[in-house]
């Protein structure tokens, strides 16, 4: 009985020792995480510690900086929000887009045969946006830009020029969108009005680097043909070689028509396009006047490069020629008086609509026409 009871309390000093033991042990663990999970006072100075936070946050900048904060004792930024995954910094697009194909054969009638629904179903699946919005997936962009479109009565100039700009200028790994402003019937049309409210509608759908002013009748010919941002202080002319023009033949260092490209801070320094120009002709020749009095510098997309001036050639849609302004020589000889006035600080229309379309963004706009002038025709 002796050995028996010897026995028994053996055992039960054993349990008991063991119980002790799982009890400190419970009680360690619950210590440990609540000063996990609460935080703590100290600083944080062991490897492990770092490493926690650089998991937790997945080595994010802010988590890097709350990490900074607390090791110096002050407080992280109050409401962070942390990215479990942040997304990778894409690689910027190469100068030269591996896309570029060379040389079209631009064909109105072809590009017309598609029907819309179709169109419109492979732009979006090539990444177009409603609103003629479209991201380069594959690379950072070095350009975003937007091409403003004057229009009225060009409906079917309007479908080929989408239908060819847009994989245009895809291939050339371009962040745009396409912003048409079209005026109504009643007045002359304002071709220089018409490029500011299109920039000035822009400027509130998004924060664009450079502007494109694109008459909807002119194709490029080949994308090698740069739509990049030309830099500050370099307005481009892009259109001086137009297939109506003496089968390709340059235009004259005077000539500014048909599209150029601006910064978004030349086009503002130079208070815009004129808006007296009312009919066709004059409101050209004045960008370039307002360009040069600002002392820039016009440029050409192959200048320095006269081996590869075909690249810069375009195609000219058909279309009734318009009656040239009888007084826009007068109006240009009086334009270094209207520089500071007349321009993007008087711009003056009435927006009947703005409608996010599949592959453009459509301004329509009432331009009111001076008193003075009469309205014999329109384009």
Known sequence: MLISYSQSFSVFRNLLVISIFVICLVLMFHLTSNSVHFGNDSAPNSQSS??????????????????????????????????????????????????????????????????????????????????????????QSRSKIAIVVPLRNRTEHLQVFLRYMHPFLQRQQLDYAIIVAEQTEGSLFNRGALMNVGFKEAQLLDNFQCFFFHDVDNLPENDGNPYSCPEDGKPRHMTFSLSRWNNYKPFPGW??????????????????????????????????????????????????????IEM?????????????SPIRHKLLREGTKRLKSDGLKDLTYKKLALELKPLYTKVLVELQQPANRKAPGQH
């Open 255 to 308: 000539y500014f028509g048909g599209v150029t490209a601006l910064t978004a801070n030349d086009f503002r320094k130079i208070n815009g396009f004129s808006n007296v120009y009312w009919g066709w002709g004059g409101e050209d020749d004045d960008l370039l006047r307002r360009i040069r009095f600002h002392k820039m510098t016009p440029t050409r997309a192959m200048d320095g490069y006269p081996s590869l």
């Open 50 to 139: 770092s490493l926690f936070y650089q998991q937790l946050y997945k080595k994010t900048d802010v988590a890097l900086f709350s990490q900074k904060s607390r090791d110096e004792g002050g407080s992280a930024p109050i409401e962070q929000k942390i990215d479990p995954e942040p997304k990778k910094k894409r690689q910027l697009c190469s100068l030269v887009s591996p896309k570029l194909i060379g040389w079209t054969n631009i064909s109105a009638e072809a590009i017309l045969k598609e029907k819309d629904d179709v169109v419109e179903r492979t732009m979006a699946e090539s990444g177009v946006e409603p609103g003629g919005k479209y991201q380069t997936k594959e690379c």
């Open 312 to 324: 810069a050639r375009y195609k000219t849609l058909t279309h009734k020629k318009a009656e040239p």
